[in-house]
């Protein structure tokens, strides 16, 4: 570009369509309009992040308890399931789990107060055929 055909700096000139269109813009383009500046961010965004992670941390703790939780109950289904019984289970029905003298788990219906064995914890077979803990 010649130094000639350059334009004032306070004219809207688009030298790609050779047009002057000031008028297109979405913002102030006269000598006397305000000046554009960027807000400052930086509080803004440090609070923000600040929040967000609280959040996450917070959502995170829930989806560790819940993980915690289903492994609890996984690791009780696998060790009534790799018990020893007799008997088919039914569902809805109380069961006690104790372990023999080689440490082996078996399941009976036994009560902990009617014998002696080396007791665990009392369950019931849910509809889902999943064993719960029964709280005492």
Not at 6 to 21: H, L, Q, R
Not at 63 to 71: F, G, S, V
Request: hydrophobic letters at 35%; aromatic letters at 14%; glycine letters at 2%.
């Amino acid at each position: 570009m010649k130094e000639e055909d350059k334009k004032p700096d306070n004219v809207v000139f688009d030298e790609e369509s050779n047009s002057y269109n000031a008028g297109l813009k979405a913002y102030a383009t006269n000598v006397g309009a305000p000046s554009i500046t960027t807000p400052d961010t930086v509080t803004w965004k440090n609070v923000n992040i600040d929040k967000v992670n609280k959040q996450v941390k917070a959502r995170y703790d829930e989806l560790k308890a819940e993980y915690d939780a289903l492994m609890e109950k996984f690791e009780y289904n696998n060790l009534i399931y790799n018990a020893r019984f007799n008997f088919e289970p039914i569902v809805g029905e109380t069961y006690h789990l104790y372990r023999d003298k080689y440490q082996q788990p078996f399941l009976s219906i036994i009560a902990p107060s009617q014998c002696n064995f080396d007791y665990v914890e009392t369950f019931r077979l849910n509809a889902d055929k999943m064993w719960e803990v029964v709280e005492d």
